[in-house]
């Protein structure tokens, strides 16, 4: 008999494939994962790719059921017994799939990351009312309040005029307030919204170097030589073992529903101390020119320079940290849990680079 079934979109993605892996340290929950058909492979073939991609064994893997679905579609487009087995057990569910990219284009956001969480939203109304379901957690990200301006973002509000440097941001604007306005309705939620995700804060380790190390890679091998900032600018990193921890720990709270949660860096790296620990450690990596945003100029840059610096605009907030996070009620559930606000100094970034360098990601 399934006791504690939980429902997951997402699950192959970086922060997907290591929740499941922790929820299922817990002996009674099962999960169900919803997976996009990608090509010919039998239902078998690919469940057994996908255990073997998020590192599940055997053992653990025989409490994963696999649906195959796409968030783009109503109800996820997910068969009639499906539906009637999540209606049936599922008291959870987690709707963590997005277009993670940040130089997705407005059409491929909206469908994606609104009309996904627009589908997510009616399936959990469907499985609140005709089934057991206690709670939808949704992972928004600190960035929802727009990485290009001044501003302190507050957890339990969405700000009326925020400012964003790409399709990725307003995306997850528009749907987390979808998700607040259920909320609102009576559906019960909690909302996660992590800062850049990236490895694992004792090795580094991640499965996918995502969002920011592509960026941190042009510069490492030479291909950008130029970036405007200051150095004294952060940029809020979370390594990932926090977020699944806090994560877990805020979701088993019962205070944390009808809640939203900054799982971010409390003091966040500068753009200096990262540089500084490129220069010590690589001797190789070239030198990189910061210029004040005010004067970059960028028709002083070579053609290929501008082509590559023109995809890169959408990351550029994340380096000019003007936006700050209010941790309260993250620190509020984490009390007496054990689980401590992550450090990301120096030897964090070390970690990291490290770990990239390691397994071949950076050639430097
Ligand atoms: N990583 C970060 O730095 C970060 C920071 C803050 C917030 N977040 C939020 O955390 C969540 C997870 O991020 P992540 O980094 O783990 O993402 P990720 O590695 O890019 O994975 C995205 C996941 O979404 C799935 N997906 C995408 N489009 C789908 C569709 N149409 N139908 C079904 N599934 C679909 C992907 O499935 P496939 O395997 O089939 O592609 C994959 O499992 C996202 O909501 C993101 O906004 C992430």
């Known amino acids: 008999m399934v006791r504690n079934l939980i429902f997951m979109t997402g699950a192959t ?26 090509n010919r492979a039998s239902h078998g073939e690919r469940v057994k790719k996908i255990l073997t991609a998020i590192g599940v064994d055997a053992h653990l893997g025989s409490r994963i059921h696999v649906i195959e679905g796409d968030v783009t579609h109503h109800k ?12 049936r057990d599922c008291r959870a569910f987690y709707h963590i799939a997005a277009l993670t990219a940040l130089n997705g284009t407005e059409r491929e956001c909206q469908q994606i990351n609104v009309g996904g969480t627009e589908h997510a939203l009616e399936l959990a109304w469907d499985l609140r009312k005709k089934g057991k379901l206690e709670r939808f957690v949704y992972f928004s990200t600190a960035f929802v309040a727009g990485s290009v301006w001044n501003h302190s973002s507050k957890e339990d509000v969405l700000p009326a005029q925020p400012a964003f440097a790409n399709y990725y941001e307003s995306s997850k604007y528009k749907a987390e307030t979808k998700v607040r306005e259920a909320m609102a ?28 190390y592509p960026f941190i890679k042009l510069f490492a091998h030479g291909v950008l030589s130029k970036i405007p900032t200051h150095l004294q ?11 699944i921890r806090a994560t877990c720990a805020i979701v088993k709270d019962p205070r944390s529903l009808n809640k939203a949660f900054h799982v971010v860096a409390p003091e966040p790296p500068s753009i200096g101390m990262l540089l500084k620990v490129g220069e010590e450690e690589y001797s190789t ?13 960028k028709n002083k840059m070579s053609a290929q320079e501008q ?11 994340y380096l000019n940290g003007h936006l700050t996070f209010d941790t309260t009620n993250t620190r509020e559930i984490l009390r007496g849990t054990g689980i401590k606000m992550p450090k990301t100094d120096r030897a964090f970034l070390k970690t990291l680079i490290r770990y990239a360098v390691k397994v071949g990601y950076l050639a430097i």
């Open 13 to 38: 993605g970086v922060l997907g494939q290591e929740l499941v892996k922790e929820l299922l340290q817990s002996p009674d929950s099962e999960i169900a994962i919803l997976v996009r058909a990608k």
């Open 76 to 87: 996820f487009g997910i068969r009639k017994e499906d539906l009637a087995y999540l209606e």
């Open 185 to 212: 309705k009576g559906l019960p939620v909690t909302i996660i919204r992590p800062s850049i995700v990236v490895g694992h804060s004792e090795t580094g380790a991640v499965s996918d170097f995502n969002v920011i």
């Open 233 to 243: 600018n952060t940029f809020n990193i979370v390594p990932i073992d926090f977020v």
């Open 285 to 297: 990596v070239p030198p990189i020119e910061v210029i004040d945003p005010r004067h970059f100029k």
């Open 307 to 317: 082509m590559v610096f023109a995809m890169l605009e959408p990351y550029l907030g």
